[in-house]
């Protein structure tokens, strides 16, 4: 798993396909109830995840996800109910989950000392373009820091006219690279354009690194997915 040192009482984990108990097309660590894995393996692997930052897997929330730019205040123990794709709490017992397996999963923190608040978003093409991480943002408030997880990279993402046209009036012509469409990159201009300055970005591939990371790009399903799970500590 891959941690973020996030400033102030967070425990923030992005996690990857290692070290779960699921197998087959989702080896090992399968967040995702809904790829067809067997859900008695899902729930170890969540409960793993939550062990990762300390958490207990009763109270884990997390959305039914739509590629919106909805973030919900998370609810204790809220799975799968409500459509969208972020969620927000400043409650320190309360673990948040966003999954993804191409989709940039971010996380979003309180960093200037005011009551402590943490997000995790789910951001793919659609999300991005429609406002979830200005949603994000917004939900939290103050002085913030994000981290922007593994997703699929540059190097990888080749899309038609129709997606690259609204990126490049978003975010300009350097936003693709021929075909190719760097998602890292718009997710950073869209989280300094909402005013947070502090960001940290893996710049890890999904579709690149077969070994550490489900990609629907790249298998298709069934596969399973990771995310990233936060606290306030």
């Not at 799975?79 to 397996?101: I, K, N, S, Y």
Request: aromatic share 6%; glycine share 12%.
């Amino acid at each position: 798993m891959i941690r973020w040192d996030a400033p102030g009482p967070y425990k923030v984990v992005f996690t990857t396909r290692v070290g779960g108990v699921s197998e087959g097309p989702y080896a090992s660590l399968n967040l995702g109830r809904k790829t067809g894995d067997d859900v008695e393996r899902v729930d170890e692997n969540r409960r793993r995840a939550c062990a990762e930052i300390g958490a207990d897997p009763i109270g884990l929330a997390l959305n039914y996800q739509v590629h919106s730019a909805v973030v919900r205040r998370a609810q204790q123990g809220e799975r799968g109910v409500a459509q969208g794709d972020g969620l927000w709490t400043e409650e320190p017992a309360l673990p948040v989950l966003a999954l993804a397996a191409d989709c940039l999963p971010i996380a979003l923190v309180r960093a200037n000392g005011a009551a402590p608040a943490v997000s995790v978003l789910h951001a793919g093409r659609i999300g991005l373009l429609d406002g979830v991480v200005e949603a994000g943002v917004e939900a939290l408030g103050g002085t913030l820091a994000a981290a922007i997880g593994p997703a699929i990279g540059p190097c990888c993402y080749e899309v038609g006219e129709e997606v690259a046209a609204p990126y490049r009036a978003r975010f300009g012509a350097g936003i693709m690279r021929g075909r190719k469409l760097d998602l890292w990159q718009a997710a950073e201009r869209a989280l300094r354009d909402a005013g947070v300055d502090r960001i940290e970005r893996f710049d890890l591939c999904t579709a690149c690194n077969p070994e550490l990371f489900f990609s629907h790009r790249r298998d298709g399903k069934p596969r399973g997915v990771q995310g990233v799970v936060a606290r306030v500590s």
